[in-house]
């Protein structure tokens, strides 16, 4: 999958579990959703 997106992301991140956790947890609290760690990874 790589190869074909390569060309069109100009930058990516790494984020840790702890951060994903917590990123799910923010959303929960404040926001009010329930969401899984790729979504709230955007966070």
Not at 16 to 42: H, M, N, S
């Amino acid at each position: 999958m790589w190869k074909r997106l390569k060309d069109l992301v100009d930058a990516s991140i790494v984020v840790t579990p702890d951060e994903t956790r917590l990123a799910v947890r923010l959303l929960a609290e404040k926001a009010r959703v329930i969401a899984e760690g790729a979504g709230a990874v955007t966070v």
